[in-house]
């Protein structure tokens, strides 16, 4: 990412006028095209009573922009722009290419995916293209081009939206297209059929390949498919993908060098397929799409996700290009959001540094797949609970316009993750299918938000060094060089803590030898020579009482610096460490054996953190109750705190003044409400 700052801002019509003051963006997908011209005034007025000043517009348009092969339509759209422009919203344009249109399927029914069993995928969904399709790679170019030099001078144009969700419904695509650029992709790494074999471990199972021309994707077949191929599929399929967002960025980029590109990612739940870790730095800003998921911890996961997001963003400010006003379509049952909820969600995205925050989608669709998802004006229009609450927050957005552009204030403990240990991690033919690695990232963030803690996501790749303590739960792939960043973080003075099944394999998925956790068994200072998965309703005990689940080891010391922290209790490992924590140079490096339940969790989380020097910001009566986050820019600090439950809570030990949240006079944050204090410098 190039740009400090929000781009987009830098481009909105408004900002033609310099003493424009900068903003919290507000708005949603503008899908027009679903309705009469006569609503569009409409859409136009109800926009500006809720303070939108910027909204996605084309991004399923394909089919009416260009009917037919050659044929174009524009008409509609120069409409809307210039319908926006007038109005002062600006348009991240889609290059519209998410959703290929009938014709074009028809002329080329090559394009569609193909699954791992070999079925073709129908149209009459969406985004059924192949990644690597060289033909929709010139069609959605084409359309990409064209669009961007029709409205390259345009006034309401802020960004362009490639595509949409990539990976959304086809990232795994096995068709011949597929394999062929994955034998590309493939010399490109290994260079020769030898290095592929070694990495691949093919003499098992007699898998030896003789030339790249042998290899395909994992096609369903007989047994387990080879783990590093893969791997490999997976490292390829996202790229892939990422190559498509190049391709369409660099036809943009040549039209209108001065537009910022972007995409939605969806740092959301357990999509993992796409390494946005591996993605952002080619977009001029992050933007993210999240929705509330129907499991437990549902608000604690939406700020989860925020704070990875703010990682892959590098703490810059983000965009929050979707989320749901209420209810969405998707799930087994739907739900609204309660009260107090809508305006909760969006700002816990700004408090992790979104400075847009955006919705699918402006106006709820009278047909089509998602009619009963929420929107900014819902069916029953604007005389509406909803709509009133979003020109609510559209009035609060605007009271938080200093905070535009600020960044995060870092904080002095980090989790780490890791995509590549998340795919690796959860290949079959494991001790246990039932390790979910985001699952044990986040439970170890939240562990530490109940504690009062405020704590950074970091990518593996990124610096983690100026962090005072790191927990890398399940970090299973450690490559040579993450190993030494390791050691060297440990050697500084920095305090690591990682559990069962890190360190166990390298790049290419192969066993570190000697013991496990391998690549950190020295750093741990301990040696497991066998895992012991737990079954679905086994559990072991610790010596602090609480709970194991998921995995339990033998866990034998090998250095004399090691203490053991937690000891099991009863069963086959009585007696037995279950927590270490070794000194190593200035710093310590722990190793949890067990899954710990959260009272586990909290109790030995304490103990670390004591011994890491790490002191809880919130307040010991308003712990579990609340969640901090803190903005800093030129005016000084802005501490968000985000009430998590359904009871007001007492804010009398925070200071400073309160932009939103409080009123005046008082320190009573409503239930499922935000404040957001302003420290100046
Ligand atoms: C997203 C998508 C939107 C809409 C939304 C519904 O995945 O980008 O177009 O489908 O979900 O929640």
Known sequence: MKNATPTWLRHHPDSKNSSAPRRISFGADYN????????????????????????????FSWARLQPAQGRWDFDWLDEVMDLLA???????????????????????????????????????????????????????????????ERYKDHPALVAWHVNNELGCHNLYDYSDDAAASFREWLVQRYGSVDELNRAWSTDFWSQRYQAFDQILPPRKGTAFPNPTQQLDFKRFSSDALKQHF?????????????????????????????NFSDWADELDF???????????????????????????ARGNPWFLMEHSTSAVNWQPINRPKRDGELARDSLAHVAHGADAVCYFQWRQSAGGAEKYHSAMVPHAGEDSRLYRSVVQLGQTLDQLQPLAGTQRAPAQVAVLMDWESWWCSELDSHPTEDLRYRQEVFHWWLALLNEGVRADVVQAHQDFSGYDAVFAPVLHMVPHQLKGRLEDFVLEGGHLVTTYFSGTVDQDDRVWLGGYPG????????????????????????????????????????????????????????GSPAVTRRRGGAGTASYVSSRLDSA???????DLLAGAGVEPEIPQQLRGRIEVTKR?????????????????????????????????????LASRGVAVFHLQR
């Open 632 to 668: 800093v820019g030129a005016q000084g600090e802005y501490v968000f705190v985000i009430n998590r439950t359904d009871e007001p809570v007492n804010l009398q030990d925070f200071a400073g003044h309160a932009l939103i949240g409080l009123s005046a006079g008082s320190r009573t």
């Open 246 to 274: 190049i391709a369409e960025r660099d036809v943009l980029r040549a039209v209108t060098p001065d537009v910022p590109v972007t995409t939605n990612f969806m740092v959301v739940g357990e999509t993992k397929g796409m």
């Open 519 to 574: 690549a950190l068994r020295d750093l741990l200072g301990i040696r497991v020579e066998e895992f012991a998965p737990l079954l679905r309703d086994e559990t072991v005990t610790l010596t602090d009482g609480t709970l194991g689940t998921l995995w339990s080891e033998q866990v034998d010391i090998t250095d004399s610096g090691v203490e053991v922290l937690r000891r099991y209790v009863g069963g086959e490992l009585d």
């Open 86 to 148: 007038e109005a002062g919203i600006g348009a991240d344009l889609a290059t519209a290419t998410a959703s290929p249109p009938a014709w074009l399927v028809t002329e080329h029914p090559e394009i569609l995916p193909v699954t791992e069993d070999g079925v073709t995928l129908s149209p009459g969904g969406r985004q059924h293209w192949r990644p690597t399709s060289p033909v929709f790679r010139e069609h959605a170019l084409n359309l990409a081009r064209t669009l961007a």
């Open 600 to 606: 586990g969790r909290a109790s030995l989380l304490r």
């Open 286 to 312: 992050v933007a993210n799409d999240h929705y509330r998921l129907p499991i437990e911890h549902s608000r604690d996961e939406l700020s989860f996700s925020a704070a990875t997001t703010s990682s892959l």
């Open 32 to 59: 027009p095209e679903q309705w009469p011209r006569d609503v569009w005034g409409e859409d136009i007025r109800l926009m500006k009573q809720a303070n939108v000043d910027v909204v996605s517009v084309g991004i």
